[in-house]
């Protein structure tokens, strides 16, 4: 399986932007899908996760209100809407695939990675 990130760039406090993760799976629609970020010295944290159906999501604390994972079984591909930005949210934002097809918030529980997309907000 190969996940493929975009949308990430330089936006103001406040505003907003819209990742995709795109995957080459047939079987996409089995796999749970998550975010994660990683800021400059930091680890990896969750962000949010959707089931293989997109009936159950859950968020990160830190980004519950802002955020909003979807997906489009479809197009094989999960989204991340993130409106309210803030400086703080800047990272690389990495999707990711379990095959389990249930939600997890940890990074153990999935098993293919996309490579990266850096978001930046400014104050």
């Known amino acids: 399986v190969q996940l493929q990130a975009s949308g990430g760039g330089l936006v103001q406090a406040g505003g907003s932007l819209r990742l995709s993760c795109a995957a080459s799976?047939?079987?996409?629609?089995?796999?749970?899908m998550g975010w994660f970020r990683q800021a400059p010295g930091r680890e990896r944290e969750f962000v949010a996760t959707?089931?293989?159906?997109?009936?159950?999501?859950y968020y990160a604390g830190s980004v519950r209100g802002r955020f909003t994972i979807s997906r489009d079984n479809a197009k094989n591909t999960v989204y991340l809407q993130m409106n309210s930005l803030k400086p703080e949210d800047t990272a690389v934002y990495y999707c990711?695939?379990?095959?389990?097809?249930?939600?997890?918030?940890?990074?153990?529980?999935?098993?293919?990675w996309g490579q990266g997309t850096l978001v930046t907000v400014s104050s």
């Open positions: 990711a695939a379990a095959r389990t097809g249930v939600v997890h918030t940890t990074t153990g529980g999935y098993d293919y």
């Open positions: 799976a047939p079987t996409f629609s089995r796999y749970a």
């Open positions: 959707i089931n293989w159906s997109g009936g159950s999501t």
